[in-house]
């Protein structure tokens, strides 16, 4: 039954797992490039359980979410709707912005943020086919020396970073894997 | 779209039923009136705020009036109906009884449960607000003027 589908697939144990996604969202962010398992939610197909998972911890009635290219389908926004409450709008307004890279494409849509208030910015959650610790090297808070990360390109990165301390950040989520590339993060 | 029937309108009654019932009363009649179905949670019970807005006399401006406590829960029986709950207080018990019968209702065995549960509730909120409404009105003063200063 369709219905169900979409009712299904939230946290089991709201309060624990959580606060594991949560941990490994933070830690995610706070060392760029590091890939962490996160686990739990069972979205609709077309999503991947890491970007579930993320949705589920991070979104809530106040975080406008928009969905690009193929996310964008009747399943996924009532499934993200039940599970989480968060309106759907357009890449200006939003504050975490889902689909593939390309999909998400371009990223001057989206909100970098103010001078005053550089917190007002878009977090991507970006699906990618296969994460892995090689391809652009990072450099920058929370990495020691430098870090590796398969990013889908790194020109785009670059003109992120330079418009620190504004920017949008990046999580990329594959399968139950994730990795987070903040605009602090330099990317060569 | 107002004029036509709303094909919500029964479960939006059963539902308001369930969500004012006294505390423990619709779980007590469920389980008087049959053995409870096995269930999967799709959201298990959790307590929140949610605002009460109001209009004073039924037609100024709505405001809001403040926040009320609220359980909420949802789940679904063996074969797809899916029930939801949202309970005035923190009961989370009452809850899952309140969604248990919202998804009963959409199977074969809502005429059992229309009787011996929505019936009664009905019955026992009407006798309560009977009774409150007696008390007021025994307590109403009638002003009426002897004489009309006319002359």
Redesign the interface.
């Known amino acids: 039954m369709p219905q169900s589908q979409t009712l299904s697939g939230g946290f089991a144990d709201p309060a624990r797992q959580s606060a594991h996604a949560f941990r490994s969202v933070m830690e995610a962010m706070a060392r760029p490039g590091s890939l962490h398992d996160i686990t739990g939610a069972e979205p609709p197909a077309s999503l991947s359980v890491a970007t579930g998972a993320v949705l589920l911890t991070l979104c809530d009635t106040d975080t406008p979410v928009h969905l690009a290219g193929d996310a964008d389908c009747a399943t996924v926004r009532d499934w993200i709707a039940f599970h989480t409450g968060a309106p759907f709008c357009g890449p200006a307004d939003c504050m975490f912005a889902l689909g593939t890279w390309q999909a998400l494409a371009p990223l001057s849509a989206f909100p970098t943020g103010t001078a005053q208030y550089p917190d007002r910015s878009a977090t991507m959650i970006v699906e990618v086919p296969q994460l892995s610790a090689s391809g652009a090297t990072l450099t920058g808070p929370g990495i020691k020396d430098n870090a590796s990360l398969s990013l889908p390109e790194t020109r785009a990165f670059r003109d992120n970073h330079a418009l620190f301390p504004l920017g949008l950040d990046f999580i990329f989520t594959s399968g139950s894997r994730l990795a987070a590339l903040p605009r602090s993060t330099e990317v060569r | 779209m107002k004029d036509g029937f709303d094909q919500n309108a029964p479960r939006k009654s059963w539902m308001g039923l369930l969500a004012k019932a006294p505390e423990g009363r619709a779980a007590a009649l469920l389980d008087g009136a049959m053995a409870r179905p096995s269930f999967?949670?799709?959201?298990?019970p959790?307590i929140g705020t949610t605002m009460v807005r109001a209009r004073a006399g039924g037609t100024g401006t709505s405001f809001n009036l403040g926040e009320v406590t609220v359980t909420r829960c949802?789940l679904?029986l063996e074969g797809?109906p899916?029930g939801h709950a949202y309970i005035r207080g923190r009961r989370k018990a009452d809850a899952e009884a309140a969604a248990l019968i919202d998804a009963l209702m959409q199977t074969d065995r809502a005429g059992v449960l229309q009787a011996e549960v929505l019936d009664r509730l009905h019955a026992e909120a009407a006798a309560a607000k009977a009774d409150r409404a007696g008390k007021a009105a025994a307590t109403k003063v009638d002003f009426f003027t002897m004489v009309r200063g006319e002359d």
């Open positions: 999967t949670w799709l959201r298990a959790e949802a679904t797809g899916v």
